[in-house]
């Protein structure tokens, strides 16, 4: 199992040096990954709160090895082609480490698309999602994108750069026993189930995505825990990232001392 910091962008972790800096001392604390949240505001008494995509830039540029990205993001308030830009040219920057987290975005925690104007339908945003994958896939490869869907148009563009290694590594989100998050993730590279409560949930999860895939050859389940959560139990049960997780009022020293004493042994 690798194992990754997860953390929220919020109040004393809204500063993207702040962030850089912690990044820095994940990789050297012998940490594999780094990944932010990605909201637009909180619940009080959260306040401040960075972009994520201006955040993993400065991370980027202070490491050297992590693999990083949003967790998740919430596909369906973006423009496609302009998360296609600046997916490619953050995997560019970072040598090709970057892992694109994707989800539908939920309404529930903090009102993000209800306050502003945005799709509140989950089976529309669910369309959007699909969509906008396969413009990603269709724009990283060598091909002209093509595309006349139901939400989007992309008429004959071919995007250069490349990613680095020809594609990005897509993990997908969503809620345990859900089977169309299970579906969409196993067309990609990995499956994140949200809101864990039992390794046995891993267990259902790593069956049913190797059902839908014959193979879980190069496919991660990833799994997000609390810092002084036993991780073993969902390692057995088939998960191969753990993030740790933060709680969004997390102090920024508090997760210094959780960065530095290392992932779990």
């Known amino acids: 199992m690798r194992h990754a910091v997860w953390i929220p962008l919020f109040d004393e972790l809204a500063d993207p040096r702040a962030v850089a800096r912690l990044a820095a001392s994940a990789e050297e604390a012998g940490w594999e990954g780094f990944f932010v949240w990605d909201q637009l ?20 540029v202070a490491t050297e090895r992590l693999r990083f990205g949003p967790m998740v993001t919430p596909v369906p308030r973006r423009r496609p082609v302009k998360l296609l830009r600046e997916t490619t040219t953050l995997d560019v920057l ?11 975005g939920s309404d529930r925690f903090a009102g993000e698309f209800s306050r502003s104007g945005e799709e509140l339908d989950d089976r529309i945003r669910a ?3 699909d969509e906008c994958l396969q413009i990603l896939t269709a724009g990283w490869s060598e091909e002209t994108v093509v595309h006349r869907g139901k939400h989007y148009v992309v008429d004959s563009v071919r995007f250069e750069p490349r990613p680095v290694s020809g594609r990005i590594p897509i993990w997908c989100a969503g809620f345990p026993g859900k089977p169309k998050p299970i579906r969409r993730a196993a067309r990609y590279d990995g499956y994140f189930p949200v809101n864990l409560t039992s390794p046995d949930q891993v267990a259902s999860a790593v069956e049913a995505v190797s059902a839908e ?36 009022e997390s102090r920024l020293a508090d997760v210094q001392a959780v960065v530095k004493a290392g992932p779990p042994r």
Request: with cysteine; net charge negative.
């Open 127 to 129: 369309e959007q999602l």
């Open 94 to 104: 970072s040598h090709g480490r970057l892992t694109l987290g994707v989800g539908l």
């Open 41 to 60: 505001w909180w619940q009080p008494p959260v306040s401040a709160v960075a972009d994520p995509w201006i955040t993993l830039t400065a991370v980027a």
């Open 213 to 248: 895939r014959g193979s879980l050859d190069g496919f991660d389940v990833v799994i997000a825990l609390s810092p002084t959560t036993d991780v073993r139990p969902y390692a057995e049960a088939g998960a191969t990232w753990c993030l740790t997780d933060f709680d969004p």
